[in-house]
């Protein structure tokens, strides 16, 4: 198993500003790429200060340009937002300004609150999404590409500039209904998926249906990684993770807030609600714990057959806290984790 850092871009206090949150996300990628993680993931998500990168793109880039080698992944952009045309362009060119380190993983969207004020209802995302995806590859693949669909009608068109190869840009798709990730598998993508703060038992289910979806194709199979989004720190002492799953508790009363709930906001702001879960559940559910637990943790994840765990460390503490705690997996944890075959995205 390979890991992966979250630049999930937390910003429960506005104040701290937008430049400084971003240098933090820049340092915190300089950082995974020094401590040997494969990749690093960026979101996409608009209005709210939760997962703040309105455009994973621009930020990839960025991340590229201050990096060698460390795989950029979109974690994701939502493709209901953004029109193709003009989409497709922008990720060819990010693909190229990448030198080839750009794994595009796109999804549906997440948020109602946030779908909603940007004209796309949740309700009516996953259909737009399968459109955008199918017009999505299409544009990559041929050039005077026509279309008669529900969302696009247009004439023919090339979008330029055309792809440098035809495994470029790489794709991933997001999905986190089992029956969703077997169903993406089986079309021959990459998955990512996570099962955010709910079981383990939950989060076994997730991962067989893309190895049933795998397996099903054999041979064509067998380059398609899997990646798994969780929260994981590795505390410094028992306090240390109490004091951090305090943090994710309020983290996820935020989160759940615009997942699940009615979506309070206010100035960007969403306000922490009631958690149907206690601290002590959601406790066994993460993985916040010191490194005489973490590896055995870890391990679990990994005897599944997960091929990028991908680390959401940005829950609410200070930028140090999370190099430290970033350094400390380095240096206790990984060493003891085998690593997965070669086999980049593709």
């Not at 990839?60 to 497709?88: G, Q, W, Y």
């Not at 979806?213 to 969780?230: I, Q």
């Not at 973490?294 to 990994?302: E, G």
């Amino acid at each position: 198993m390979e890991f992966n850092h979250f630049l999930s871009a937390y910003y429960p206090d506005k104040s701290y500003g937008g430049d400084r949150l971003y240098a933090d996300m820049i340092e915190q990628a300089k950082l995974a790429e020094r401590l040997g993680y494969r990749g690093v993931t960026i979101p996409e998500h608009h209005l709210i200060n939760i997962l703040l990168v309105p455009d994973p793109l621009q930020m990839a880039v960025k991340v590229a340009a201050v990096t060698k080698h460390i795989e950029v992944v979109t974690s994701v952009s939502v493709l209901p937002l953004h029109d193709m045309r003009i989409f497709a362009g922008q990720a060819i060119q990010a693909d190229i300004l990448c030198d080839g380190r750009l794994i595009l993983g796109v999804g549906r969207g997440a948020f109602a609150y946030e779908m909603a004020r940007m004209g796309v209802p949740i309700e009516t995302s996953r259909e737009k999404f399968d459109e955008s995806l199918d017009l999505l590859m299409a544009l990559f693949a041929r050039e005077e590409v026509a279309w008669d669909g529900k969302y696009y009608k247009f004439d023919p068109i090339t979008v330029m500039p055309r792809p440098v190869s035809k495994t470029r840009p790489q794709l991933m798709v997001a999905a986190l209904v089992p029956e969703g990730i077997y169903a993406s598998t089986k079309r021959g993508f990459h998955i990512q998926t996570t099962p955010l703060d709910a079981t383990f038992e939950k989060m076994k289910t997730q991962v067989g249906a893309f190895h049933r979806g795998k397996a099903e194709l054999g041979k064509e199979g067998e380059h398609l990684r899997l990646a798994l989004s969780r929260v994981c720190v590795l505390a410094k002492d028992d306090a240390d993770a109490a004091h951090k799953t305090m943090l994710a508790y309020d983290y996820y009363s935020r989160f759940n807030n615009v997942f699940t709930g009615p979506g309070i906001v206010e100035n960007g702001q969403i306000a922490p609600l009631p958690q149907k879960q206690t601290i002590e559940q959601l406790s066994q559910n993460l993985i916040i714990c010191t490194k005489s637990e973490m590896v055995d943790r870890v391990a679990q994840y990994a005897g599944l057959g997960i091929d990028d765990f991908i680390m959401n460390v940005n829950i609410g503490h200070t930028q140090g806290e999370a190099l430290d705690a970033m350094q400390r997996f380095a240096e206790f944890v990984m060493p003891h984790i085998p690593k997965a075959k070669s086999n980049r995205a593709a």
